[in-house]
């Protein structure tokens, strides 16, 4: 490129999206004259989801902007609780995140995933038609236009993942409500209502305490019961600081 020179500035929790070998905390940036500053700021690998406010020379001006020579450009980080207009808070995960979206269910919130993965084209329309905010460690897929909402996951680890999502988005939570198996809705359900799904033992030891309305599935406190109660217990703990 052969154009205006600008200085762009990130805030520290973008650095790790920007090429290695440069100075992070400032840079100056060759534009061609035509690139409006959020194609400026895709191509220095930062998704446009995870940018705020952007000012230049102190004004806030929009992604479309198309910078002028010698313009300092400020980016700032997206905010948090962000919030997402325009629909229920809903989220749409990657075939990555199979542990995070069973771990956000628990918690009540509507999580769409699939283990087999539909491809980038189909996230990308689901998240369009369903308006649900794309979870995603791959920047390419966030880089999609027609996603409705995104948020890059920022940890590989399923623990952190969730205390992201939770910090950044503020979602209700609603614990034991929701099938952690396909996302439908729980209703109540007694031992004798569900008695041909279980098997022996699980009928004499545990008990039943709902049903999916989607799937069928029959949930019971169990072996697992425990840890499951403690990453609930602990997801309510930090929502409530
Ligand atoms: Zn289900």
Request: aromatic share 6%.
């Amino acid at each position: 490129m052969n154009g205006p020179e600008i200085h762009v500035t990130f805030p520290p929790d973008l650095h790790l999206f920007l090429t290695a070998g440069r100075t992070p905390a400032g840079r100056r940036v060759v534009t061609d004259g035509a690139a409006t500053l959020g194609h400026v700021i895709e191509s220095l690998g930062v998704p446009l989801t995870e940018v705020g406010r952007l000012l230049v020379d102190g004004r806030e001006v929009p992604v479309s902007h198309i910078p002028r020579a010698e313009e300092r450009v400020e980016v700032r980080a997206v905010e948090r609780p962000q919030q997402v207009p325009g629909a229920p808070l809903r989220f749409l995960l990657d075939v990555h995140l199979g542990t995070l979206a069973r771990r956000l269910r628990l918690l009540g919130v509507d999580a769409a995933y699939t283990n087999e993965d539909p491809g980038d084209a189909a996230l990308a329309a689901l998240s369009a038609r369903e308006r649900r905010v794309l979870l995603s460690r791959d920047r390419g897929l966030l880089r999609r236009r027609e996603i409705w909402a995104g948020a890059y996951v920022y940890s590989d680890r399923p623990e952190d993942q969730l205390d992201d999502v939770l910090r950044r988005f503020a979602p209700a939570l609603a614990p034991w409500t929701r099938c952690t198996a396909c996302n439908g809705d729980l209703t109540d359900a007694d031992k004798d209502s569900v008695q041909e799904r279980l098997e022996g033992g699980t009928q004499r030891t545990y008990d039943v305490f709902a049903q999916c309305t989607s799937c069928g599935r029959v949930y019971w406190r169990g072996a697992h019961h425990a840890r499951l109660e403690a990453i609930v217990n602990k997801a309510l703990r930090e929502t409530a600081r």
